[in-house]
C-alpha cells in the first residue's frame, strides 16, 4: 500500500493542538530553510509524507523544548539522515528556591494594607509593558535591525507602507514590524507593491474603527474602545484569511 500523503493543511490541523503557534507560513519558512523538503503534486501542492510529519515534529520540538537555533537543528536532521545518532540534549531542571528564612521571634509588626489598584485600570503584564515601551529608531536603526536593505524601505516610505513617526525622523514598534516583515515576505514573492494593497485594506479598517467609534464613544472611554474595537477587529480579519487559505488548501 502506498504511503500517504497529506496537504500542509493537514500537517497544521494535526500538529497545531501540540504547537499551537504553528502556521502554513511557518512550515513554508522551514522549507526555504533547507529542513523540511516535501513532495510536490503535478498541480504543484505540496504532499507530506508520514516521515516529513515525524521530521517536522521533531524540529518544533527541538525549537520549543530546547530553543535550538535552526544550524544546530539542521545538523542534527543531517545526522539522522545518514542514519546516525544525533547527540543527546539535556533539558535543564527549573531551579529549586531556596527555602525561605525562619521567622525571628518578636512582637508581631503591623502590615500597612496595599491600596487596590483602582477601577478600570487592571494590572498589565510584563509582556504588555513591554509592548508599551515607546521605540525610537532612526532610519539607520531601522534598516540595521529589520535586515531590510535600504532600496526596500524607500519604495515602502514612497508608498507610505512605512512611515516615521509624525513630526519627526524616527520610527516606532509598528515601523519595524512592517519592516520585518517585509524582509521575510520578499522570500515569497511578496515585494512592497503587494504590501501597499495590504496598507490601502488596514486604512479602510481603520476608518471603520472611526467610524464606529464616533458613534459609540462616551467622553473618557474613548481609548478604551479604540483599543477594544482594533482588537475585535483584527480577531475577525485574521479568522477571515485562515478561513480562506482553508478553502484552498481543502
Do not use: C
Amino acid at each position: 500500500m502506498a504511503e500517504a500523503r497529506h496537504s500542509i493543511g493537514w500537517v497544521v490541523k494535526e500538529l497545531t493542538p501540540e504547537f499551537p503557534d504553528l502556521s502554513i507560513s511557518k512550515i513554508r519558512y522551514l522549507e526555504t530553510e533547507g529542513l523540511l523538503s516535501p513532495e510536490r503534486a503535478p498541480s504543484g501542492y505540496r504532499k507530506y509524507t508520514e516521515g516529513d510529519v515525524k521530521r517536522l515534529h521533531y524540529i518544533l520540538t527541538m525549537q520549543r523544548t530546547h530553543y535550538l537555533p535552526l544550524k544546530i537543528i539542521r545538523e542534527h536532521l543531517d545526522q539522522i539522515d545518514r542514519g546516525l545518532t544525533p547527540p543527546r540534549i539535556d533539558t535543564p531542571s527549573p531551579a529549586v528556591p531556596d527555602p525561605p528564612p525562619e521567622p525571628v521571634a518578636g512582637p508581631p509588626r503591623r502590615v500597612r494594607p496595599v491600596d487596590p489598584p483602582p477601577a478600570g485600570d487592571p494590572p498589565r503584564s510584563p509582556q504588555e509593558e513591554r509592548r508599551r515601551r515607546p521605540v525610537r529608531l532612526s532610519r539607520a536603526e531601522l534598516i540595521e535591525k529589520s535586515g531590510l536593505a535600504e532600496p526596500i524601505l524607500a519604495e515602502l516610505e514612497r508608498l507610505l507602507v512605512i512611515t516615521p513617526r509624525r513630526g519627526t525622523h524616527y520610527y516606532d514598534q509598528d515601523a519595524f514590524a512592517v519592516a520585518v516583515a517585509a524582509k521575510q515576505l520578499a522570500s515569497y514573492g511578496i515585494d512592497p507593491r503587494h504590501l501597499r494593497q495590504i496598507k490601502i485594506a488596514a486604512d479602510k479598517e481603520v476608518g471603520l474603527i472611526n467610524q464606529a467609534t464616533a458613534a459609540h464613544t462616551r467622553r473618557g472611554s474613548s481609548r478604551q474602545t479604540i483599543e477594544e474595537l482594533t482588537r475585535l477587529i483584527n480577531v475577525t480579519h485574521l479568522a477571515m484569511v485562515r478561513s480562506g487559505v482553508q478553502r484552498e488548501l481543502g
